[in-house]
């Protein structure tokens, strides 16, 4: 009993100095507020209880640094799908994924109801190869069941030595059985930039990620189009999953005047409300622009989709985006680890919520035959969006932009095609008018 009440005060002790930690470093006195009307330290007390008692009178002996991550773990996960606790490992390689090059498979995963699911995989790599597919969902890996798994420990298990490799058993809508797909693990050096010029005048743009060059990358393609003197140009963020929040910014600047605002954030604390302005003109701030989006474009895709649809920079043109628009912030904790804590949300220019709703092209385009048949048949589609996530965090303003037209095709990629013709008859148009 002695033992038991010291491991109490000790744990309790623990808490109370972290709760410390955390109210020095956002300057307010959040321990003060933990225990007004909320009964705040009673819990704590009773968490410490808890493992007091899992400690000495579990079944087997445990690890009490395992039992107190997994409760970290638990109340992070009731919070939202995207605030999450890093371990100094996974700390490690979260800095190493922005820079672009990493040893894995290639695909961006999130949480559904508890299953590990697809929001998209990265164009030329191995899962994209492989044949994975946005939507489906991850049951077993190698022979693993994924069923509870966090993410972190989910892509710690794919990531691997580069030409060793790996099974995910997946199911996928219209499949009648799991499919096994095996696939062999390579380094993953994203090409964030492709492009190529249309047509003798019509310059296309592909971002795969926004990471630490996209900017970069992008003002070289922009640069050979202005050689080119194009017409028009496509920008493709079709199944980007976003990415650095800067980088975000310095795209759509290229596109937009000195001054004009890009992106906003709001959160519960001041240092959070942030405003995102163009520093300087673009190298492409007029002539006819698409955008191109569908369910696979989330976060940063969806802020420079949204800043250049506001302004009226761009058309943009395909399927509703994923509806990633809330902030994380990385908040270095003292033991190496980290906490992803979502801390605001994104607003566009026009101030529309971002979050669960995500961006509404001008003009709808469905590339998928399947889809086409879900919709004839009255059903949903099968493309996960953020508000399909468990605990998502709501929007609190309705979405202003109307959509204006549809049109569907499963031969080629219709989405691209659509978006060459409506910049042609653009071309054609002004021509008439002069």
């Known amino acids: 009993m002695k033992n038991r009440i010291k491991t109490i005060i000790a744990v309790t002790g623990v808490l109370l100095l972290i709760s410390t930690a955390i109210a020095l470093y956002s300057g307010q006195q959040q321990v003060m507020a933990l225990g007004e009307g909320r009964g705040g330290y009673e819990h704590i007390s009773t968490f410490a209880e808890v493992l007091s008692i899992l400690t000495t009178s579990y079944v087997k002996e445990v690890d009490t640094k395992e039992l107190i991550e997994g409760a970290i773990n638990g109340m992070l996960e009731t919070l939202d799908p995207h605030s999450a606790y890093l371990t100094p490992e996974n700390f490690k390689e979260l800095q190493i994924d922005t820079k672009g090059e990493f040893g894995g498979l290639g695909i961006e995963i ?4 508890k299953l590990l699911t697809i929001v998209s995989p990265i164009e030329d790599t191995p899962a994209h190869q492989a044949g994975i597919k946005a939507g489906d969902i991850i049951i077993k890996i190698d022979e693993e069941l994924t069923r509870d798994m966090s993410l972190t420990d989910a892509v710690n298990k ?6 060793t490799s790996i099974t995910l058993t997946i199911i ?15 380094i993953i050096k994203i090409k964030s930039v492709t492009y190529e010029i249309i047509g003798g005048d019509i310059g296309y ?9 996209s900017d970069r990358d992008l003002v070289g393609a922009l640069n050979k189009f202005k050689e080119a003197k194009v017409s028009g140009i496509i920008l493709d963020l079709r199944n980007n999953p976003g990415g650095l929040l800067t980088q975000a910014v310095s795209v759509t600047n290229q596109f937009v005047k000195k001054g004009q605002l890009i992106v906003y954030t709001k959160g519960r604390a001041k240092e959070q409300d942030q405003r995102y302005i163009a520093e300087h003109d ?19 895709s969806e802020i420079v989709a949204g800043a250049l649809q506001d302004t009226k920079r761009a058309i943009v043109l ?3 985006s994923f509806g990633k628009g809330s902030v994380q912030t990385v908040i270095p904790l003292s033991d190496s680890s980290g906490l992803k804590l979502t801390t605001a949300l994104y607003y566009t220019p026009n101030d529309r919520v971002i979050q669960g709703e995500g961006i509404i092209p001008d003009i709808v385009v469905v590339e998928e035959k399947t889809e086409i048949a879900a919709k004839e048949e009255n059903k949903t589609p099968n493309h996960l969006r953020e508000k399909d996530l468990n605990n998502y965090i709501k929007k609190d303003k309705k979405g202003t932009v109307k959509e204006k037209e549809k049109g569907y095709s499963a031969d080629g990629d219709i989405v691209k095609e659509r978006a060459v013709a409506l910049l042609k008859s653009w071309k054609i148009f002004k021509t008439n008018k002069n």
């Open 318 to 320: 395909g399927e509703t």
């Open 282 to 300: 673009g190298l492409f701030t007029e002539g006819p622009m698409i955008v191109l989006v569908n369910a696979g474009s989330a976060s940063a």
């Open 110 to 113: 999130t949480i559904k109801d």
């Open 172 to 186: 996928r809508k219209d499949a009648s059985q799991p499919i096994a797909i095996n696939i062999t693990r390579d």
């Open 158 to 163: 794919m990531r691997g030595k580069p030409g």
């Open 205 to 213: 743009v592909k971002l795969k990620k926004f990471i630490n060059h």
